[in-house]
């Protein structure tokens, strides 16, 4: 233990000063991971690690973050890390110190904390555990950091983000530059199968998904893909695929997770690029926020982000004949999902 304190000051001692990009005394740019010794937030915490836009890897969790901190600090990297569970049941009750101390100075706060769907789950069923979990979690952001930006990975999201905005508005901090649902995966996913089904490095494909991030109302919009080509069934294959590729990796962890691989490279894209972002480089990707590009309150589509957030939602574009079924289809369900959210913490 003695080893280990002197071995931290004497790497921090030697790190060059590092521009801040947030308003506390830090002088780095901090992400914390609420939920880091999950499924997710293990393989997000340790490529988070590796990152170079990373200055202090924050892991909080109710059970195990002391030693997934321990085992990602051994890693050779530049920024430090810290793990932190929750302060211990005491009386009289106080405060939660440790969720007060992994999220005090952060730039970004990821949360993919809560229960992984099974075999015939909806992202629906996780509702009610889930809800609850980020409820918490972001009442303590509002407390704790309340100028960070808030990366929402726990399922349902389309429920999940419109909690996490009324918690803020209670504690009158919401600022909806500062918060977003994580819809990278389902960009992602997308990628994937259009390049396996052209025969194209999925790397170079960037295709736009908007709407949500669940079932039908994930509608990415493979029109607008130069060069790809599909049959009318291809087309609805490789849709309905993107839409409900979680449930593929459901099904073939037979019972045992749903995706946190993939799931955790798309949240660290994310993270990365919105720590980008925040240092003045200007980044568009896609995003679940409050919107009003349609009837829903909130809609996931491309976004710029800047120094402040979110700093514009791009206009939509025309929708093929195709995308337009889907678009009205998938509407009146993500405005039920939102809903539900909404009256979660109003109730």
Known sequence: MIFNSLATKTISALRPAVRSIHSTASQNAKVAVLGAAGGIGQPLSLLCKLSPEVDELSCYDIVGTPGVAADLSHIPSKSSTLGRLPSPVKWPMGPNDGLKEALEGSDVVVIPAGVPRKPGMTRDDLFNTNASIVQTLVEG???????????????????????????????????????????????????????????????????????????????????????????????????????????????????????????????????????????????????????????????????????????????????????????????????????????????
């Open 141 to 347: 952001c509002a407390k704790f950091c309340p100028d960070a930006m808030i990366a929402i990975i726990s399922n349902p999201v389309n429920s999940t983000v419109p909690i996490a905005a009324e918690v803020l508005k209670k504690h009158g901090v919401y600022n909806p530059k500062k918060l977003a649902g994580v819809t990278t995966l389902d960009v992602c996913r997308a990628n994937t199968f259009v390049g396996n089904h052209m025969g194209w490095d999925p790397k170079d494909v960037d295709v736009t998904v908007i709407g949500g991030h669940a079932g039908i109302t994930i509608l990415p919009l493979f029109s607008r893909v130069d060069g790809a080509k599909f049959t009318d069934d291809e087309l609805e294959a490789i849709t309905v695929r993107t839409q409900f590729g979680g449930d593929e990796v459901v099904a073939a962890k037979a019972g045992a997770g749903s995706a946190t691989l993939s799931m955790a490279y798309a949240g660290y894209l994310f993270t990365e690029n919105v720590l980008k972002a925040l240092r003045g480089e200007e980044i568009t990707q896609c995003a679940f926020v409050e919107s009003n590009l349609t009837e829903a309150q909130y809609f996931a589509s491309p976004v710029k982000f800047g120094k402040n957030g979110v700093e514009e939602i791009l206009p939509l574009g025309e929708l093929s004949a195709y995308e337009k079924q889907w678009f009205d289809k998938m509407m009146p369900e993500l405005k039920k999902q939102i809903q539900k959210g909404v009256d979660f913490v109003k109730k």
